[in-house]
């Protein structure tokens, strides 16, 4: 069984596991064992529920790293006992009882809010479809990835992971940076998640935080090595 941590990579709405393949990249150049896993994005308890089960099942400790939304999946999940250390990216870092749109709440909206699309869709044994959200695609560079090359922020928008709306009023059971240690990395110029968010989420939680000025939401594609380096860090703290 390993003693190096493994870094389980949790991404958030609007993207997949691709988004971290540059830090992906970065991690196994320095020897670090990684796995990105593939986001449900159906609902917060079910979400951490699934990447808890993963965790589990990894041999060694584990680290957690959560982009975004996933921020608060790794808030539940990070209970589970081999899980060593968290790192927020860009993330939400609810309390326990905490919902997602009181936490944001506390502080002037992101522009995303007021540039999203409701879809539908179907819920076994549900009378109604449940209701999901992407980012506008003629919005979704300025908010989501304004520091990543045009080029490909038009195939990231059209190519968008939808986020169940039932997230945002879905309490935290738990909060897993109360009895592990915590990173994070604070995106300066985040028009997702206002920065003041997660600066308070990072403060609350005794977090090491890192700030990257003039960083998008998609920090973790347009400045993969900064992220990786805050990952690095807590593998090495936790080894």
Not at 90 to 115: D, K
Not at 133 to 139: D, F, H, L, M, R
Not at 218 to 226: C, F, G, L, M, Y
Request: no cysteine; glycine share 8%; net charge negative.
């Amino acid at each position: 069984m390993s003693t190096t941590p493994t870094a389980l990579l949790v991404h958030g709405a609007f993207a997949d596991a691709s988004s971290w393949s540059g830090v992906i990249a970065e991690l196994q150049q320095h020897g670090i064992p990684v796995v990105a896993a593939p986001n449900p994005l159906r609902g917060l308890a079910s979400d951490a529920a699934y990447i808890a089960s993963l965790a589990s099942q990894i041999d060694g400790p584990v680290v957690l790293v959560g982009h975004s939304y996933g921020g608060a999946i790794i808030t539940v999940a990070g209970t589970t006992e081999n899980v060593v250390g968290l790192v927020y990216v860009a993330a939400y870092v609810p309390e326990q009882g905490e919902n997602l749109g009181e936490l944001q709440g506390r502080f002037p909206l992101a522009p995303l809010v007021s540039n999203l699309k409701e879809w539908t869709y179907p819920v076994e044994g549900a009378e109604e479809p449940a209701v999901e959200v992407t980012i506008k695609p003629e919005a979704f560079p300025a908010i989501f990835a304004a520091d990543v090359p045009a080029a490909a922020t038009e195939v990231l928008a059209v190519a968008q992971r939808p986020l169940a709306a039932s997230v945002f009023t879905e309490p935290a059971s738990a909060a897993a940076w109360r009895t592990k240690p915590s990173w994070a990395l604070v995106a300066g110029a985040d028009e997702a998640i206002n920065p003041e968010v997660q600066r308070f989420g990072a403060k609350r939680a005794g977090a090491t935080v890192v700030e990257l000025e003039g960083a998008s939401h998609a920090v973790a594609v347009s400045q993969p090595k900064e992220v990786a380096d805050l990952i690095r860090e807590a593998v090495g703290a936790t080894s």
